[in-house]
């Protein structure tokens, strides 16, 4: 199934197994795993991060599952935004995947943003299609334009002047959709940033953040680059987290 | 770069704290912030992530105290994220909203959460924002007064709107911080290899390899 494959690879790429201890990634399968004894093997993992589990108490986050259809439904359509957001894949009549990365969706593009956004009517307010599309664009590229490490930035600080660089351009573009200067707190800006970062599929984000972890030191931990820094950390994980919980599920289902 | 040491060009003796603002959303956060460093005699500088990371200075008799502010996203959500924020952090603030006592629930899960796992000798306040609507006052100063006493905290009621006890807060919180060389981040600045130095190691070795 294409699903599969796209699970695959990410795992490929981003470690996500090794970078989360195994109790709680065995969490979300508790219930319904019956699989014989021998076959599950816990590799030991290398923590990246340590996390708490996370204590999730909003309305739209399904908290349980314990085979009950309802609860199953809920999980799906809350799984199913985080693996559209990742990536941009879109299920159509028939259940397969397909591709969609390069075309503009605004279902997609508001479901998102309902699920990312505090109040989306205070940043998208009823804007017309090309006006939320335009911006929409302008978002997704802003990144990739500037945050490239792999091509023009070789050394962890010119890597953290480029994440500068790139929440200078989401003021720009979210300041010439508002017109009006915006002042950011974190509680807006924090999903924006995700969406930007997600929606750019920077490459290999997990070793370009290893990398700048390992060879700054500890004056990093202070000052705007390292509040930048930590903000783009938290973003991966967060993505991590959420969409292992996600092919637990699809696993069980 | 904006994380240079300062401490040249104020009075004698400055010192950099970091500070993390925690609480629920929309109790006032990032408000209660702009009202201080906004209405501080010194301008403050503008930053590209605007209020979400703020620095401001607050001058004592005997010293200067510069803040460097970190906002958190309060959401539920994002809870299990807060302690890579937070780490490190010389001085925590939690807010939350008189009108709310779910905002008060929240900070007090907040407060365990920080005396189990924040660096130690963290200052902790806590904050009861927006007392501009005392009419729909629903967390009484008595209770929370007590809880921050049964904890040691600082505990402070302010109203960003009217900008009432926001620069005194700030003023508490700055005279209750240690001010040593081994908190003081000027002091961490000068960390790194001296080039000059006379090599200590050499008298050290003495012993077992003899």
């Not at chain 2, 911080?177 to 006379?198: C, D, F, V, W, Y």
Request: charged share 25%; proline share 5%; with cysteine.
């Amino acid at each position: 199934m294409a699903t599969s494959e796209y699970n695959l690879r990410s795992t490929k790429d981003d470690k996500i197994s090794d970078l989360f201890d195994n109790n709680y990634v065995n969490k979300p399968g508790d219930h319904s795993q019956n699989e014989p004894p021998g076959s599950e093997h816990q590799p030991q993992p290398v923590l990246m991060f340590s996390t708490a589990p996370p204590q999730v108490n909003d309305s739209t986050y399904p908290r349980i599952f314990q085979g009950n259809c309802t609860e199953a439904l809920n999980w799906r359509a809350y799984y199913e935004n985080w693996l559209i957001f990742k990536h941009s894949l879109m299920v159509d009549n028939e259940g397969n995947m397909r591709d969609s990365r390069n075309e503009f969706n605004p279902t997609m593009v508001t479901s998102l943003l309902n699920l990312l956004l505090r109040e989306p009517a205070n940043h998208w307010p009823n804007s017309p299609p090309a006006k939320t599309k335009r911006s929409f664009n302008e978002l997704k590229t802003c990144f990739h334009e500037h945050y490239n490490p792999k091509d023009t930035s070789f050394s962890p600080i010119e890597k953290l002047f480029q994440i500068r660089k790139a929440f200078h351009e989401i003021n720009l573009a979210v300041e010439r959709f508002r017109r009006e200067v915006v002042q950011w707190c974190m509680d807006d800006l924090f999903p924006l940033f995700l969406f930007v970062v997600i929606r750019s599929r920077i490459q290999h984000l997990g070793a370009e953040i290893n990398f700048i972890n390992e060879l700054t030191d500890k004056n990093m931990e202070m000052g705007e680059l390292a509040i930048m820094f930590t903000t783009l950390k938290l973003m991966f994980m967060f993505v991590n987290l959420e969409f292992y919980i996600f092919r637990k599920f699809h696993d069980i289902l | 770069m904006s994380n240079k040491p300062t401490n040249s060009a104020l009075s004698p003796k400055s010192y950099q704290y970091k500070l993390v603002l925690l609480g629920e959303s929309a109790v006032g956060k990032s408000s209660l912030v702009l009202r201080f460093v906004k209405g501080q005699f010194h301008d403050y500088q503008e930053s590209t992530i605007g209020a979400a990371f703020l620095t401001q200075s607050v001058c004592l008799e005997d010293a200067t105290v510069k803040f460097e502010i970190w906002d958190t996203a309060g959401q539920e959500r994002y809870h299990s994220l807060a302690p890579m924020y937070y780490r490190g952090a010389h001085v925590a603030i939690v807010v939350y909203d008189i009108t709310s006592q779910d905002t008060f629930s929240r900070a007090k899960t907040w407060i365990k959460e920080l005396q189990r796992q924040a660096s130690a000798g963290i200052v902790i306040c806590l904050v009861g924002n927006k007392i501009d609507l005392a009419d729909k006052k629903m967390v009484e100063t008595s209770e929370a007064k007590a809880y921050a006493d049964e904890n040691g905290l600082l505990f402070m009621e302010t109203s960003a709107k009217t900008a009432t006890n926001v620069t005194e807060l700030f003023i508490a919180i700055a005279k209750k911080l240690p001010k040593n060389e081994s908190t003081s981040h000027s002091g961490q600045m000068r960390r790194g290899i001296e080039l000059n130095a006379t090599p200590q190691t050499d008298s050290q070795q003495t012993g077992c390899c003899k």
